[in-house]
Nanobody
Framework: QAQLAESGGGLVQAGGSLRLSCTAS????????MGWFRQAPGKDRSFVAS???????YYADSVKGRFTISRDNAKKLVYLQMNNLKPEDTAVYYC?????????????????WGQGTQVTVSS
């Protein structure tokens, strides 16, 4: 059973940047897609970005041009670089892994999840 652990969250002013990291365990990391989701208070968990096993990224419209997802298969790491942060980006951010290589925006397509890391953007 793969395990995921996020890090890098924190408090930042609007317009600032943060980089989230997700460390994965398991031997099949390089062959599976990874994703980032977020959940703001009182809202459902929503898609942020995904990256396929062949490094193809896919983004939610709300973060396109500001966030960048990347992966380092040798280190079993997934990153989410977040630039020009806005107060509406405030949420708990979750890393997720699929059992397949293709990226996806659907929560139900992901098989394992991290515990989340809080990102707070002040205005």
């Amino acid at each position: 059973q793969a395990q995921l652990a996020e890090s890098g969250g924190g408090l930042v002013q609007a317009g600032g940047s943060l980089r989230l990291s997700c460390t994965a365990s398991g031997r099949t990391f390089s062959s599976v897609a990874m994703g980032w989701f977020r959940q703001a208070p009182g809202k459902d968990r929503s898609f942020v970005a995904s990256i396929s096993s062949s490094y193809t990224p896919y983004y939610a419209d709300s973060v396109k041009g500001r966030f960048t997802i990347s992966r380092d298969n040798a280190k079993k790491l997934v990153y989410l670089q977040m630039n020009n942060l806005k107060p509406e980006d405030t949420a708990v951010y979750y890393c997720a892994g699929r059992g397949r290589g293709a990226y996806s925006r659907y929560r139900s397509d992901y098989d394992y999840w991290g515990q989340g890391t809080q990102v707070t953007v002040s205005s």
